[in-house]
């Protein structure tokens, strides 16, 4: 089936999703358990992957600046921007989209072959709102904050690496850390996460809402979440990126 | 009373229900008998609204449920119990939540009252001892049996049962039955349940309707179902050998 017919599903089942909530306190728990599911689920990975890969783009900024002209404070320069602008917002969300994404179709598209959602909307609930609005909320919410963590660690990590290396000293890492800082670039990397949070909840959710078939295609609709849900961020991400920087 | 009327529906060109005419009455246990696959699930659903006829219209209480919006079919959602084929239990929620869920969505019933509700209703399934296990937790009968407890949590109006005893054991396979049957007279309610037990037939079909192929092949009370002369019917209640025999001896004496 082509993109245009996805599109529209995609688009009228969001307009479901947004509609009137039958009970607030119901999508109150609901968005709870999701922060807790989507939001601190993830911290361990993020963690891991901030402190290494933030060690790791140190030390490859080191080795490009091997010349005497360059001062040693550019490595933390070059590092703190590679992993605000694009490091932490969009490589640590396609890592999520991986994790979260893949997570939220398997449990809708299980809830859809084992007539779990049936369940729910003979019971005259709105299913879609029900199971993927407080989904999509709880990861814009909870997302920037997992961004703005893995900002730090990266850091902390290209400080670990790079001293513990001699590729730069602690005081030029810090001072370029802090040279010409354009907070703006934060702001920049915030509206991204923003909408990579809504981007790989609502495509996943998407999958997962329609699949026909049983634990075969739960795996298949899991599996096209995650990479649907990256390339959409991947074009996103060139597009905002027109938009906001230039 | 839930009136069904001209109901056609086919899926990607392969028709499954043809010309559906059958009406439910209030406060007496419907079934719905008939070979697998000839269309049982598929007429429940669009009886329910989760498929859509290609034409023909289901009637609830003269209210033409078929072309109403989502907005006003849920006023009559809200009045129905839906047992499904497979129990389609929330695998996060635990036995006792499930019972509650429907409760805690549409009531103003306190944390309390809804604990005591699900105890009644998972007491009268016979099922006491598993408030607090997840459904992966418990085997296909007890699944079956929450089930039926969470259908008639929120006091529906309208029960529907799709194989309500498939995969039970004789004696918890009766208890279901006479449950269902007992609630229907108690609660004067619309109940159609859907069945290839003969055993349940002849317990309590107050008003049978044979599907083949699609399109109703016979009506009646339980009582006429042996004395009938369509031929598929009979072919499909005498499958077994046994059942043979035993028509032959019943005609035999007389019966
Ligand atoms: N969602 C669907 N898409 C396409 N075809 C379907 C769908 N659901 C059911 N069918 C077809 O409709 C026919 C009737 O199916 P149905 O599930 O109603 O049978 P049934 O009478 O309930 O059988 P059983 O007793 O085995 O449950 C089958 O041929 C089936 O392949
Ligand atoms: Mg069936």
New binding site residues.
Partial sequence: MNWFFHIGRYYIMMVRVFSKPEKWSIYRNQFVKEIDNLGIGSLGIVLIISVFMGAVITIQSAFGFESPWIPLYAVGVASRDSIILEFSPTIVSLILAGKVGSNIASEIGTMKVTEQIDALEIMGINSKAYLILPKIVAAVFINPFLIVISMFLSLLGGLIGGTMTGAVTSYQFIYGIQYDFRPYNVTYALIKTLFFAFIITSVSAYHGYYTQGGALEVGKSSTNAVVYSSIVILLFNFILTQILLS | MIEVKNIYKS??G?S?LKDINVTFEKGKTNLII??????????LKTMVGLFHPDSGSVIYEGRNFSNMKFEERKEIRKEIGMLF?GGALFDSLTVEENVMFPLGMFTNMTLAEQKDRADFCLERVNLQTAHKLFPAEISGGMKKRVAIARAIAASPKYLFCD?PNSGLDPKTSILIDNLIYELTEELNITTVV?T?DMNSVMEIGDNISF?YKGEINWQGHREEIMRTDSVELNNFVYASEFMKKLKQSLSHHGY
Avoid: D, Y
């Fill in positions: 899926f990607n392969k499954v008939g070979e697998s696959g000839s269309g049982k699930t598929v007429l084929q194989e859907i290839h599907l």
